[in-house]
């Protein structure tokens, strides 16, 4: 686990988060790439912030966790940036803002409850 990773994503939640990443780019408002997720953030347009754990240097996302943090926005983890690259049409990404979920209402409450949980211990990671 790399040190700018603050919490485990369990598998369950990590397919969700990645789901709801796909629909969010075909339906809502995705920004890629680190600089465009800063962006969002700041503004104050991101809703949730998904960061990879295979990022190469780490300094890449090091401070996202944080800075999320600080606006309190919700972010999680999933394990490759491949895999986030994907769900919104490019080969990889490092991290990924979704500024509008779209339809996606239910799955996004649903999706920060597990995070607020994975942060607190409150779940099982089932690997």
Excluded at 28 to 40: A, D, I, L, M
């Amino acid at each position: 686990m790399e040190s700018y990773v603050k919490f485990q994503t369990p598998e369950t939640l990590e397919k969700a988060v990645l789901d709801m990443v796909e629909n969010s780019y075909k339906t809502g408002k995705v920004r890629k790439g680190t600089n465009e997720v800063v962006k969002s953030i700041e503004r104050g347009e991101s809703k949730l912030v998904v960061i990879a754990e295979d990022v190469s240097p780490a300094e890449v996302v090091y401070y996202l966790p944080t800075l999320c943090e600080e606006r309190k926005v919700p972010y999680v983890y999933v394990k490759k940036k491949s895999d986030l690259g994907l769900k919104v049409g490019i080969a990889s990404a490092a991290s990924v803002s979704i500024v509008d979920y779209g339809k996606n209402d239910d799955a996004y409450k649903s999706i920060v409850s597990q995070i607020n949980d994975a942060k607190s211990g409150k779940s099982e990671n089932k690997e």
